[in-house]
């Protein structure tokens, strides 16, 4: 992936990201600002640990295998971060499966 297009990518997701944010807020997930926290940090985690990668593999089953492997995961690592940087949920919070569903939701 050529250093413009990875520009672009960033870019187009953090984009994304926010739309995906004040969706959340519009739809009385809670407040902008911890809905821009969760949707960054899922979005770029996703993109880095997924989005990077998949461009150097040929498109086919073996890339959708890694695929199906590495959302969950990537989706867990932004998750978790965003867990720290906004000091709200844990995985011990019962509702913890609702960002994941939403990530693996818009993440595929």
Do not use: E, K
Not at 47 to 59: A, G
Not at 69 to 83: D, K, N, R
Not at 87 to 108: C, T
């Amino acid at each position: 992936m050529s250093p413009r297009n990875m520009a672009i990518g960033v870019i187009s997701g953090v984009i994304f990201n926010t739309a995906i944010a004040g969706l959340l807020t519009v739809s009385s997930w809670g407040d902008f600002w911890h809905n821009f926290i969760y949707s960054q940090c899922i979005g770029l985690s996703i993109f880095v640990i997924n989005v990077l990668p998949m461009s150097r593999m040929r498109p086919g089953l073996r890339r959708m295998a890694v695929f199906s492997l590495t959302l969950p995961a990537s989706i867990a690592v932004g998750l978790s971060l965003a867990f720290y940087l906004s000091g709200v949920g844990s995985w011990s919070d019962p509702q913890a499966w609702q960002p994941m569903v939403i990530g693996l939701f818009f993440g595929g």
